[in-house]
């Protein structure tokens, strides 16, 4: 599967962002897909992720509250809401799939699309 992530941008602290994660090449549905950052000077990070068929969530203590994973499997398509950014919410945010949902939990996936910069000014 192939993956494109898109959406990120410059906004102002609280402000919201909505990254997509463009699927193809494969069944999407048959993917966890998951969201995952990097910040410069630090490793990356889980953000969230979301089982197959979207039943099952997990998302990181940091951003819980503020952030929302979603998929649309009609379009290939996952998402991440970001609400209430911070300044610290900045990195290269990517996307990632697996079959398996503890290997993409573990940042073990096979398949990321190339990182989308989300940038939080003060």
């Known amino acids: 599967v192939q993956l494109q992530a898109s959406g990120g941008g410059l906004v102002q602290a609280g402000g919201s962002l909505r990254l997509s994660c463009a699927a193809s090449?494969?069944?999407?549905?048959?993917?966890?897909m998951g969201w995952f950052r990097q910040a410069p000077g630090k490793e990356r990070e889980f953000v969230a992720g979301?089982?197959?068929?979207?039943?099952?969530?997990s998302y990181a203590d940091s951003v819980k509250g503020r952030f929302t994973i979603s998929r649309d499997n009609a379009k290939n398509t996952g998402y991440l809401q970001m609400n209430s950014l911070k300044t610290e919410d900045t990195a290269v945010y990517y996307c990632?799939?697996?079959?398996?949902?503890?290997?993409?939990?573990?940042?073990?996936?096979?398949?990321w699309g190339q990182g989308t910069q989300v940038t939080v000014s003060s």
């Open positions: 090449g494969r069944t999407f549905g048959s993917y966890a």
């Open positions: 979301i089982s197959r068929i979207g039943a099952m969530t």
């Open positions: 990632a799939a697996d079959p398996v949902w503890v290997r993409l939990r573990r940042s073990e996936s096979d398949y």
